[in-house]
C-alpha cells in the first residue's frame, strides 16, 4: 500500500487491483518509447507516470524498445532514449527490453493462431485491404483469400518467413470479424513482409510483426500488471485482449489516459522529424525543440520537468496545456537553485567622471537570496560600467524609472548614480553616458535618507567577460500547431535572437556547459555545450517573468 492517497484514476485503478488481489498486489508498469525519434515532454508525462506508479507502490517499471519497424528506427534513438530516461531520474534496473527480442515468440503466436484458424494468408495488395476494409458507416468485406486451409496457411506463412515472396504481396490477418463495429477488429495484419535489415536481428528476418500484434504480447510476455498508453489506443484494447484471448495467455490491465498537448509547441513525432530534417531547428536538441535533449540544452532541470508533470495531473479528456505551466515550472526551480549573477544583454557604456581612474572596489554581492548558505561574491566596480541599453531613455515617459538624462539611479549592490551627459555618434546613436557617482551612498543607501525609484544591474567594463546570448521565443506563434497540418507556416520567424556581443560579470568567466544562473532583471540562462573556454555562449532558458502566475490569477 502506498503512503499517500491516490492522485489519479489511475491509482484507483491500482490500489483497487491491490485490494481484490488481481495481480497479487505487483505493480509492472513498462515505458515503451519506439525509437524512431528523440524524446520529448509528451513523454516525460508518460515516463512520470510508469515509474512514478512503481516507484510509489514498490513495484518496477521495464524500459522497453517497441522496435518492430525496421525502417524507421535508428540506433541513435535508442541511445538517445535511455539518456534521457536517466536525466529525468528514472532507473529500470536490469529491465531492459526490446519488441524485437520477442520476435521468435510473436512468430510462435501466429502459428498457433493459424493452427486454430484464427489467422490466414491474404494475397491482397495494401490498398486493396483498404478498401474492403469497410468505413465507420460501412462493413467491411471479406477477402477472397480468407477461408484457406490450415495446412495452406502455415505453408504460405513459412514461405514468407522464408523470402519466397515479394514484399506486399502477402500478409497474414487475423480472422476476427470484417463486420465489427470496431474497425481495429476487421481482421487486422499481423505480419508483413518488410526485406529491411533491423537494428538489432539484422537480415534474419523478412518478416515483422505489426505494431499491434507486438504490443499487447511484449507487455503479456513481461509480466506487465498495468499497460498504460493514451487513448488512442482505447479502440485497440478488445483487439489486444482478443489476442491474448486466442493465444491463451497472461492478460495484463491495459488503462487509457489522454496525451499531453502543449500550446505553440508540436509533439507529433512526425512533426518533430521534419523540423530536424529539413533545418528549421539546429537539430533534435536545439534548445527551441520540447525534445527533453533540447529542454535540457536550454536549461531545464529534470526537477522542473517532473513537477511540470505532476501539475498537469492524468485525466482522461483531452486538453491543451499553456507552455506558460512549463515555464513557470523551471522558473520556480531555477529560482531556488541557481546563482545569481549580474550580466549585461546590450551594453551601452558608462564612464563615472568623479570616480578616480585606475580604482577598483570590490563590492558584496548576495549568490542567492533564497539559498542563504550560497554566500556571496565580490564584484569589481570601477570608473568605466557597461548598464543596458534599455535601462537609459533620453526623454523618458512617465513611468520610467531608469536612468534619464539628470535622473539618479541605484547601481544594484553599488551607488548612487546621476548622468549628467548623454555622448552619440554622426549617426545621432547614443554610445556613451556621462555620469556622477556619489561616495556616500556605497552599498545602496543614501545617509541623507533620500530615495531613488530604480536599481539597475551593470558589469565593470575592464573586467566584463564577452558572452554570446542566445535567446529565445515560441517555436510556433500559433496555439495549436499540431492540430494543423500547414503548421510550419505558423513557425515563429523570431523564435531565435543571438545577442552576440554581451558583458558578463567576471566570475562567469569558467562557467562550463549546463550551469545556470539567474542573470538578475533579465532571466535564467544555462551555459550552452557550444561554449569554449574564453567564448561563452549561453542559453536563455527562460525570462523573469511569470506570465503563467497571470494566467492562474485570472481564472
Ligand atoms: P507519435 O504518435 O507522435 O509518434 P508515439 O505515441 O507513437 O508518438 P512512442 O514512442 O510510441 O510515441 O511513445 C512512447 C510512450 O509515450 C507511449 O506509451 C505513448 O503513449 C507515450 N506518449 C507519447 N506521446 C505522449 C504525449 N504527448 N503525452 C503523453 N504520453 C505520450
Ligand atoms: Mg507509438
Not at 79 to 93: F, K, M, N, Q, Y
Not at 179 to 184: K, R
Not at 253 to 278: H, P
Amino acid at each position: 500500500m502506498a503512503e499517500t492517497e491516490p492522485a489519479n484514476f489511475i491509482e484507483d485503478i491500482v490500489e483497487e487491483h491491490n485490494g481484490n488481489g488481481r495481480f497479487g498486489g505487483q505493480v509492472i508498469t513498462r515505458f515503451p518509447p519506439e525509437p524512431n525519434g528523440y524524446l520529448h515532454i509528451g513523454h516525460a508525462k508518460s515516463m512520470c507516470l510508469n515509474f512514478g506508479l512503481a516507484n510509489k507502490y514498490g513495484g518496477r517499471c521495464h524500459m522497453r524498445f517497441d522496435d518492430t519497424n525496421p525502417a524507421k528506427e535508428e540506433e541513435e534513438f535508442v541511445e538517445s532514449i535511455l539518456e534521457d530516461v536517466r536525466w529525468l531520474g528514472w532507473d529500470w534496473g536490469e529491465h531492459l527490453y526490446f519488441a524485437s527480442d520477442y520476435f521468435n515468440e510473436l512468430h510462435d503466436y501466429a502459428i498457433d493462431l493459424i493452427k486454430k484458424g484464427k489467422a490466414y494468408v491474404d494475397d491482397l495488395d495494401q490498398e486493396q485491404i483498404r478498401k474492403y476494409r469497410g468505413t465507420l458507416t460501412e462493413p467491411g468485406v471479406e477477402s477472397p483469400f480468407r477461408n484457406r486451409s490450415v495446412d495452406d496457411n502455415l505453408a504460405l506463412f513459412r514461405g514468407m518467413k522464408e523470402g519466397e515472396f515479394e514484399e506486399g504481396t502477402k500478409v497474414l490477418r487475423a480472422k476476427i470479424d470484417m463486420a465489427s463495429g470496431n474497425i481495429n477488429m476487421r481482421d487486422p495484419v499481423l505480419f508483413r513482409i518488410l526485406k529491411t535489415p533491423h537494428h538489432r536481428t539484422g537480415e534474419q528476418w523478412v518478416i515483422y510483426p505489426m505494431y499491434d500484434f507486438t504490443h499487447g504480447q511484449s507487455d503479456s510476455i513481461e509480466g506487465i500488471t498495468h499497460s498504460i498508453c493514451t487513448m488512442e489506443y482505447e479502440d485497440h484494447r478488445p483487439l489486444y485482449d482478443w489476442f491474448l484471448d486466442a493465444l491463451d495467455i497472461y492478460q495484463p490491465q491495459q488503462i487509457e489516459f489522454a496525451r499531453l498537448n502543449l500550446s505553440n509547441t508540436v509533439l507529433s513525432k512526425r512533426k518533430l522529424i521534419q523540423l530536424v530534417r529539413e533545418g528549421h531547428v539546429g537539430g533534435w536538441d536545439d534548445p527551441r525543440m520540447p525534445t527533453l535533449a533540447g529542454l535540457r540544452r536550454r536549461g531545464y532541470t529534470p526537477e522542473s520537468i517532473r513537477n511540470f508533470c505532476e501539475q498537469v495531473g492524468v485525466a482522461k479528456r483531452q486538453n491543451v496545456i499553456d507552455i506558460a505551466m512549463l515555464e513557470h515550472a523551471v522558473r520556480d526551480d531555477l529560482n531556488r537553485r541557481a546563482p545569481r549573477a549580474l550580466a549585461v544583454l546590450r551594453p551601452l557604456k558608462v564612464v563615472i567622471e568623479n570616480y578616480p581612474e585606475g580604482q577598483v572596489e570590490h563590492l558584496d554581492a548576495i549568490n542567492n537570496p533564497e539559498d542563504s548558505d550560497a554566500g556571496t561574491r565580490k564584484l569589481p566596480f570601477s570608473r568605466e560600467l557597461y548598464i543596458e541599453r534599455d535601462d537609459f531613455m533620453e526623454e523618458p515617459p512617465r513611468k520610467f524609472f531608469r536612468l534619464a538624462p539628470g535622473r539618479e539611479v541605484r547601481l544594484r549592490y553599488g551607488y548612487f548614480i546621476t548622468c549628467t551627459d548623454v555622448i552619440k555618434d554622426d549617426a545621432g546613436e547614443i554610445i556613451e553616458l556621462r555620469c556622477t557617482y556619489d561616495p556616500e551612498t556605497r552599498g545602496g543607501q543614501a545617509p541623507d535618507g533620500r530615495k531613488v525609484r530604480g536599481t539597475i544591474h551593470w558589469v565593470s567594463a575592464e573586467h566584463a567577460v564577452n558572452a554570446e546570448v542566445r535567446l529565445y521565443d515560441h517555436l510556433f506563434t500559433s496555439e495549436r500547431p499540431d492540430d494543423d497540418d500547414d503548421f510550419m507556416s505558423t513557425l515563429n520567424p523570431h523564435s531565435l535572437e543571438v545577442v552576440p556581443d554581451a558583458k558578463v560579470e567576471p566570475s562567469l568567466a569558467d562557467a562550463v556547459p549546463g550551469e545556470k544562473f539567474q542573470f538578475e532583471r533579465t532571466g535564467y540562462f544555462a551555459v550552452d555545450p557550444d561554449s569554449q573556454p574564453g567564448a561563452l555562449v549561453f542559453n536563455r532558458t527562460v525570462t523573469l517573468r511569470d506570465s503563467w502566475k497571470k494566467v492562474t490569477a485570472k481564472l
